[in-house]
């Protein structure tokens, strides 16, 4: 053994000890006294990857590979964070820069899977993980893997999956409660709630737990007490992270009092918690309570993310105060060019000073399309068929716009139906109609300034809203194009008012900022409406059938994904 692996080695003992400080300051010493040491780097990556420390991790497994390129489980270690990191494209790129050397290598194949999966190459990611498995059988992230693609696939060996999976990791708290949501999936309700009510008592400090069983109570119907081991679990041992987690369910179900309620006295309880004191902000502005807002902003630190920023300038638009709020957006778009809700809320300030900039941003013509969708009848009412027994096990969601109705899970494309595959074509076709059709390139328009890169389909689901259904109005800020797809609406959508109608630029209610849509459109079954993903959207509701939509958001490859 070398003396930097005899370091390392005593330095990763200290760490495992708890004594973080001293392995700290041995990994520090032995950084200076071999600066050349890939191996050393390798593990210092491993010390900050198992303390969560993910950014500083990543650099020391790519200062690993900079002084040892052959290393190769440095590069494996990279993979792992870039994952975590969701930078998913740039570990699949890593993975197949060495698909020579690692071919052999089951933890190669699984973590190529999950790079794969990620990345919606779903085909490819099915394959990388029979690759796993053949050259080792009870591999578990290979195992977890392909659980996940047949839970995300719509499968209906998923539940076996995951019993395959948890046999090799039965204490994975993450993999049982992806276990109880494949049971949910496959309609075996009370089994699910079951395990999720199991995670809930045997990790009562464990947050996610609490959601998932609050979010499986709500879907099945049983809102009344969708919340209670949240509150039993806050009763018992108060966590920043209880508070928090059970905040954002009920926000997510618009209960955005209860909430502010509940962080109020978290804020007392913790008040230099920074992610408490924004939550907190942030749902007093939902719930109608600005000005109180506005006052503990003006108490609390101000960080300056940009989550702080995006938050602030909301609760300062329902207070009037659109100049100050354009010169924060102005600000932050110097930096990121590609945020999407900043975007979308600078438009609304635009629109408030009758700044003509609102045109060139949604104004252009063509940026908003209405295209009918290239299916015979006989392929539209296959899809409608497919969709509507999809909406036969989906539950009204938590933390979506949907307001009365259902939503499926998953990525809606990643299922191998033949009928969704065949839309899924038609709306490729559809997307390069739209891009043909659109304004000259120009650098400076968050999406004209991507019309010529690659586009991909990135995030798909379905929708059925009944009774009084509606959309609230919304971004999706991970999308650079959004859509709605239409396979069923009810027959008021003719009645005067339009009930139903899809309405582009209105603000959602709580901005309180008296702007109308800018554009408002009747949903037609066969029709693909393609709009900016800057636009806020929502529905106007209805009283009473039903209203299917699929819709999807397109990226564009960034950066990070073509470098």
């Avoid at 190669?108 to 498995?133: E, N």
């Avoid at 009774?467 to 069923?488: M, R, T, W």
């Avoid at 959602?508 to 900022?513: A, I, Y």
Wanted: a negative charge; proline letters at 5%.
């Amino acid at each position: 053994m070398t003396q930097a692996a005899d370091l390392a080695r005593r330095a990763l003992a200290m760490a495992e000890s708890g004594n973080e400080s001293a392995a700290w300051a041995l990994f520090d010493q032995g950084l200076a006294q071999f600066p050349n040491d890939g191996r050393l780097a390798n593990s210092v990556g491993n010390f900050h990857a198992r303390a969560g420390r993910n950014e500083e991790a990543l650099s020391f497994f790519e200062r690993a590979l900079v002084l040892n390129s052959e290393l190769d489980e440095a590069a494996l270690n990279a993979a792992i964070i870039l994952l975590r990191l969701n930078r998913a494209e740039a570990a699949e790129r890593l993975l197949a820069a060495r698909s020579d050397r690692l071919a052999s290598s089951a933890r190669y194949w699984a973590l190529l899977g999950d790079a794969q999966r990620l990345t919606s190459k779903f085909d490819d990611a099915d394959l990388s993980y029979d690759s796993a498995l053949r050259r080792d059988p009870k591999h578990p992230r290979a195992l977890a893997g392909r659980a996940r693609l047949a839970l995300e696939r719509g499968e209906s060996q998923s539940v076996v999956a995951y019993e395959d999976a948890l046999a090799q990791a039965p204490g994975d708290p993450d993999l049982f409660a992806q276990y109880a949501q494949a049971l949910f999936a496959a309609g075996r309700i009370d089994e699910a709630l079951d395990c999720a009510r199991a995670l809930t008592e045997q990790l009562p400090a464990w947050s996610e737990g609490h959601a998932l069983y609050a979010e499986m109570l709500w879907a099945s119907g049983q809102k009344e007490a969708f919340g209670a081991t949240f509150q039993q679990a806050i009763a018992k041992q108060p966590s920043p992270d209880l508070w928090l987690r059970w905040a954002d369910v009920l926000s997510g179900v618009d209960q955005f009092e209860e909430a502010s309620q509940h962080l109020e006295t978290a804020h007392q309880k913790w008040p230099d918690h920074e992610d408490i004191a924004l939550q907190l902000c942030i749902t007093l502005g939902e719930a109608g309570r600005a000005a109180a807002a506005e006052a503990l902003w003006t108490r609390v630190a101000k960080p300056q993310s940009r989550d702080w920023q995006i938050a602030r300038a909301r609760n300062l638009l329902r207070l009037g105060a659109v100049s100050q709020v354009e010169n924060m957006l102005s600000a932050l778009l110097e930096k990121a060019p590609e945020d999407v809700t900043a975007w979308a809320l600078i438009d609304l300030c635009w629109r408030l000073l009758d700044d003509p900039r609102q045109d060139w941003l949604h104004g252009q013509a063509n940026l908003v399309q209405a295209i009918p969708l290239p299916l015979s009848t006989t392929e539209f009412e296959a899809a409608h068929a497919c969709l509507r027994e999809l909406h036969r096990l989906s539950g009204p969601p938590i933390g979506q716009s949907v307001k009365q109705g259902s939503q499926t899970k998953g990525a809606l494309f990643a299922r191998r139906a033949p009928e969704l595959q065949r839309l899924k074509s038609a709306l490729v076709e559809v997307l390069e109609h739209y891009r043909s059709t659109l304004p000259p390139r120009d650098e400076r328009h968050p999406l004209l300034s991507r019309s010529n890169m690659p586009w991909a389909i990135s995030k798909s689901w379905s929708i059925r809203l009944s009774n009084q259904g509606k959309h609230a109005a919304h971004v999706h800020p991970d999308g650079l194009i959004s859509s709605a797809c239409y396979f069923e609406v009810p027959h008021q959508v003719k009645d005067a008012g339009g009930p139903g109608w899809i309405d582009l630029g209105l603000p959602p209610d709580n901005l309180v900022t008296g702007l109308s849509p800018l554009l408002s459109f009747e949903p037609q079954p066969g029709m693909c409406l393609l709009f900016p993903s800057t636009l806020f959207h929502g529905t106007r509701a209805i009283s009473h059938g039903d209203r299917m939509t699929v819709a999807f958001d397109v990226s564009a490859a960034t950066s990070d994904q073509t470098s």
